[in-house]
């Protein structure tokens, strides 16, 4: 009996015209696919070492289990890092470091302006952009019950403001994307009205303009049909079991200075809540030109959040996600330098996304010029994410970015929202310990004098002296340092697409 199906199947194998293997390998060339399926379970149990897997290695993995799941978190025996390898970072402590207790260990900062009528008093880590649709319904219940009980924020991701953002009663951040998922009409624009009357919600905390994001910038969000559920579809506004591509631009503005007045209208339809906006740094001149922008309307977000050109939860393709857009470090100490510089700092808090998973993390971005941080992946892994790759599958086997019944049902909110607690208490408190440890007080007071980077084998450099910090206003006083000229030449407010020239 055994034998007759097994002959079918290599009978239908040397027959098909598809696949060569199976052609000439009948039947047992079909380990492959076994083989291949196996292959990243393989590499990250058994293979890889601690300090190299990725996008995320091992030591990271198991420091966010840890801290979610309150299990021991130190380590013993020294560092496994190479400390002599280039591009190892430290910071640099200090002999008069503080004692915890004298320091307010909750780390918060307020984002709003002084046209903000409701500021927000924002965690040092709040939960990165993912949306109802990419992750499950239960990973979003759990997410913005962690978010409750730890007194942080979530932001809600570009697929609209669904019923499990609300349920929990968490602090949102609510993001509205180039697609308008939440607040469109049927034509697929801006609604006024629905807008104004989500952002009543006292949930919502602060509103986000998506103008890009670091897993693929420049490109649109994707939604695949097989994530696209009746009730999703219902949220955003679509057809389901549709593929759905968010544009790659805003039909409510052309340029920096209309970017100014939808971020004004936000405002006052909000009733003054913070309103700001996501980007991933492409062309400098570009921002150089919102900066613009901002002094020639009068008009200033609350905050900016900068995303990494290194990707994040969001699936996308290959390209995008390894060769477009700045890198974060890069592209923070950028926005940073560019704020100050246009004297704008004092209205505008820098939230950067992108790779947070420890304090040391958080206190090298806050060092950069960051006010703030959020993460995606480490939220994601403080849930139960096993980094098994399959987000864009609708294969998640914890649940966690899934929208098959069978598998999300297994994910329990009343567990993970602990958990979600759990770790972002332990690691705003190991930010509060390094602070102290540098004989500091607060984030505010972290500068680029305070991380040290390995550059050759002989050589190392402050932050400071690699991205040199802008004096405030000098380019508003035009006094331009040789590495923007150009960029500062051909920025424009009138345009987001630079106007080329050439300079002799």
Not at 38 to 55: K, N, V
Not at 98 to 110: G, P
Not at 263 to 276: D, V, Y
Not at 374 to 388: E, H, V
């Amino acid at each position: 009996m055994f034998l007759l199906p097994v002959s079918a199947l290599g009978i239908y194998d040397m027959t098909q015209e598809r696949h060569s293997l199976l052609r000439n390998f009948p039947v047992v060339g079909r380990t492959r696919k076994l083989m291949e399926g196996l292959r990243p379970m393989i590499q990250q149990y058994f293979i890889e070492p601690d300090t190299e897997g990725a996008p995320i290695n091992r030591i990271f993995r198991s420091v966010v289990y840890q801290r979610a799941k309150e299990e021991l978190d130190t380590v013993p025996y020294g560092t496994k890092f190479d400390v002599y390898r280039v591009g190892y970072e430290w910071l640099a402590h200090s002999l008069a470091a503080k004692n915890l207790t004298e320091i307010n260990s909750d780390l918060r900062i307020t984002v709003g302006g002084s046209a903000c009528k409701q500021p927000y008093n924002a965690s040092v880590l709040n939960i990165s952009a993912m949306s109802f649709g990419a992750l499950s319904h239960n990973a979003i219940r759990a997410l913005n019950g962690g978010a409750k009980l730890g007194g942080f924020a979530h932001n809600t991701g570009e697929g609209g403001l669904s019923e499990y953002h609300l349920e929990q009663e968490g602090d949102l951040i609510w993001q509205i994307g180039t697609a308008y998922f939440g607040c469109r009409n049927v034509l697929g624009l801006f609604d006024e009205g629905l807008f104004a009357e989500k952002a009543a919600y006292p949930q919502v905390k602060m509103i986000e303009i998506k103008l890009s994001q670091g897993a693929k910038p420049g490109h649109g969000g994707v939604l695949p049909a097989c994530k696209n559920t009746p009730e999703i579809a219902k949220i955003r506004g679509v057809e389901p079991y549709k593929q759905v591509n968010s544009p790659a631009t805003h039909a409510c503005f052309s340029n920096p200075l209309e970017l100014m007045l939808f971020i004004q209208k936000l405002r006052e339809l909000s009733g003054g809540k913070p309103i700001g906006f996501k980007l991933c740094i492409g062309q400098r001149s570009e921002f150089i030109a919102l900066c613009k922008a901002m002094i020639e309307t009068g008009v200033t977000p609350d905050f900016i959040t900068v995303d990494g050109g290194e990707g994040g939860t969001g699936a996308a393709p290959l390209e995008y996600t390894n060769s477009v857009g700045m890198p974060l470090m890069d592209a923070l100490a950028f926005v940073s330098d560019c704020l100050i510089g246009f004297d704008l700092k004092k209205e505008i808090k820098i939230i950067a996304s992108g790779k947070i998973f420890t304090g040391f993390h958080l206190v090298k971005r806050l060092a950069l010029g960051a006010d703030l941080c959020n993460s995606a992946r480490g939220m994601m892994l403080a849930l139960g994410c096993i980094q098994s790759l399959q987000c864009n599958k609708d294969t998640c086997p914890t649940g966690i970015a899934t929208q098959n019944p069978a598998l999300n049902q297994g994910l329990v909110i009343a567990d993970k929202k602990r958990r979600v607690a759990n770790y972002h208490r332990e690691t705003v408190k190991s930010v509060a310990e390094i602070i102290a440890a540098a004989g500091l007080c607060h984030t505010e007071e972290l500068n680029r004098s305070h991380i040290f980077r390995r550059i050759s084998a002989t050589e190392i450099k402050r932050y400071e002296d690699i991205y040199p910090s802008m004096k405030t206003g000098n380019l508003r006083k035009e006094i331009i340092p040789e590495t923007l000229a150009y960029d500062f030449l051909i920025a424009n407010a009138h345009l987001f697409a630079p106007t080329v020239c050439r300079i002799n």
